[in-house]
């Protein structure tokens, strides 16, 4: 009994002085603490570091020599891995690094950040097959995930096999890929990855299939756009559009998505835009816009991006109601042409609409160059030259269309 009480106690007396030691970690005291409690990893781990982040002269190699002995006392230590790896790294053996590593994967074997390390290894290594499933497990981590895509890019030019063997396939990891190469550009790549984001029908998916539908139309990729812009209407539960019409909602029967080729509907001092029910040309609503004659307005708060096909003539057909619209400027529709050469750009409009007016069947066609695919359709009103310019009244929209002629 009293043996077994000494060896408490002296195993009690160690353990204390070798916190004291981590408590108060100078050279000194950590080479004592050594001495006292030499199965102690903690101790090796920060006698270790001492040397291998010493400001003035690092002694690398005495910090390998401390990191193994620290890892052989508790391989479970993930860290301790990981700093012998750098050490290992910086004293050029990358092959006792590449070790350490996998020792590090061993103590946490899904963690991102070790998978990267590893996977930059290799690829220092030129091993790089080897590389592309640790690559894949450290974009499970999302601060990770721009880093793997964009050296995934670098390493592997199928871009089947960057979705096959690099992105993780949940759903987060797929759709930031699709961020990425929509916030790229990099818009030929995209659908598939499109596709398999879609499924989720998530209000992020949505919003992320409508930033794709944006980046599409400024690109100039008409047909495209359209394609997507269909499967965003079936996942909102929106209508689809009539046989042959181009616009979205142009009776204004449906929610407003205010996205993508839905209607775009800017607010600013001077003028309200709402839904009208009680006026309308045809079905339930129409859209208002009331000027409250404050501003000589440059106004074009209502716009839809059109996709169109090339080398095609279109008409376009509205209703417009008016009243007591002042100045001589009044609203009107436009429609111009969207990242075409100087020598194929055109712009159409109907006459500006002033003081009272029934409704008036508004009507224009046009036709599309060989390099046209994406117009974008305007209610306008340019400001007026003239003293009494501030714009009061209002204006109604219902029934607009565009198709192409036959």
Do not use: C
């Not at 590090?104 to 290799?122: C, H, I, K, Y």
Request: proline content about 7%; cysteine-free.
């Amino acid at each position: 009994m009293l043996l077994g009480a000494l060896a408490y106690l002296i195993s009690l007396g160690i353990s204390l002085a070798g916190q004291w030691v981590l408590d108060a970690p100078t050279p000194e005291n950590l080479e004592r603490g050594i001495q006292w409690d030499s199965r102690n990893p903690d101790l090796w781990a920060r006698y270790a570091r001492q040397w291998h982040f010493l400001a003035s002269s690092p002694e690398t190699q005495r910090a390998v020599e401390s990191y193994q002995k620290a890892t052989s006392l508790n391989p479970l230590d993930a860290a301790n891995w990981k700093d012998l790896a750098t050490a290992q790294m910086e004293q050029g053996n990358l092959e006792e690094a590449e070790v350490a590593l996998r020792g590090e994967l061993t103590a946490v074997p899904n963690s991102p950040q070790a998978a990267w390390r590893m996977a930059n290894l290799l690829l220092v290594r030129g091993r790089t097959a080897e590389a592309y499933p640790y690559l894949r497990n450290a974009a499970n981590e999302g601060s990770l995930r721009v880093p793997v895509f964009d050296l995934a890019r670098r390493l592997e030019e199928d871009p089947e096999v960057i979705r096959r063997e690099l992105i993780p396939e949940t759903p987060e990891a797929r759709a930031d890929y699709l961020q990425f190469l929509v916030s790229g550009q990099i818009l030929d790549e995209a659908y598939p990855v499109w596709q398999e984001v879609a499924r989720d029908g998530s209000p992020q998916t949505v919003r992320l299939g409508n930033a794709y539908v944006d980046a599409l139309a400024r690109a100039g990729n008409g047909s495209d756009a359209a394609r997507v812009w269909e499967e965003l209407l079936a996942m909102t539960d929106q209508a689809p559009r009539p046989e042959g019409e181009l616009l979205t909602n142009g009776d204004f029967e449906d929610q407003f998505l205010n996205a993508g080729l839905d209607w775009r509907l800017a607010s600013r001092e001077g003028y309200q835009i709402a839904l009208d029910s009680f006026l309308f040309q045809n079905g339930t609503r129409s859209l208002r816009v009331t000027f409250d004659g404050s501003a000589n307005l440059d106004f074009a708060g209502i716009t839809q991006t059109v996709p169109v096909e090339p080398n095609t003539r279109y008409r376009f057909e509205a209703y417009l109601r008016a009243d007591g619209i002042t100045s001589d400027n009044g609203p009107f529709f436009r429609i111009a042409s969207q990242g075409v050469p100087p020598e194929e750009a055109f712009t159409v409009s109907t006459p500006p609409r002033v003081q009272t007016l029934g409704w008036v069947h508004e009507q224009v066609d046009f036709e599309t160059g060989p390099r046209t695919s994406i117009v974008i359709l305007l209610l306008r009103r340019q400001p007026s030259q003239k003293l009494n310019n501030l714009i009061q009244g209002k204006v109604w929209i219902d029934n607009l269309s565009l198709k192409p002629l036959p």
